[in-house]
């Protein structure tokens, strides 16, 4: 795809600056869009019920999912410093912003823990973040035995929740 080869060429060739403000805007976007969608998911599911099928039924499944239980008690439990600390994770940022809309944090609130946050992200992956990851795509691209271990250890994990979901539902 043309334009994602143009966005991956210019992060990784383009002037520093611009790159950090590109991905600045575009995880500040991406972090609102999900704590919108979890506070309008929740609008719909307080006011309506349960969905009937489509793409609100996938949204309201991801409400009830356990992940998103788990981290709707952390923020509950922790507060609002959950929410600027999730962009140092990899896998958890938007769970962290569609729970953090599930519980309607006022929006003022939340943009204001976002954006220490997306400043951090932004300056990781400006820096050696997109490297790291640019590396770690081409050695599995590249090499048989990465890729088995890349695959092992993602079998590994399924195997260990899958095990640990199990032992929840038979523990009374």
Known sequence: MPLIDDIKSFIATGPVVFVYLFLLVS?????????????????????????????????????????TARVIGVL???????????????GLQTVVQFAAGILSISWPRYTLALVPGTLAWAFIYTTVGWAVWEATLEAV????????????????????????????VATP
Not at 76 to 90: E, K, Y
Not at 148 to 166: D, E, N
């Open 27 to 67: 995880v500040f976007l991406r972090a609102q869009g999900t704590y919108w969608l979890g506070r309008y998911m929740w609008h719909i599911v307080s006011t309506r019920g349960r969905p009937a099928g489509g793409w609100r039924l996938k949204l309201y499944h991801a409400i009830h999912a356990d992940s």
């Open 76 to 90: 509950q439990r922790r507060g609002w410093p959950i929410i600027p600390l999730s962009f140092l994770t990899v």
């Open 141 to 168: 691209a590249g090499s048989p035995w990465a890729l088995i271990a890349l695959a092992s250890f993602a079998g590994l994990v399924f195997w260990w929740r899958h095990t640990r979901a199990r032992k929840a």
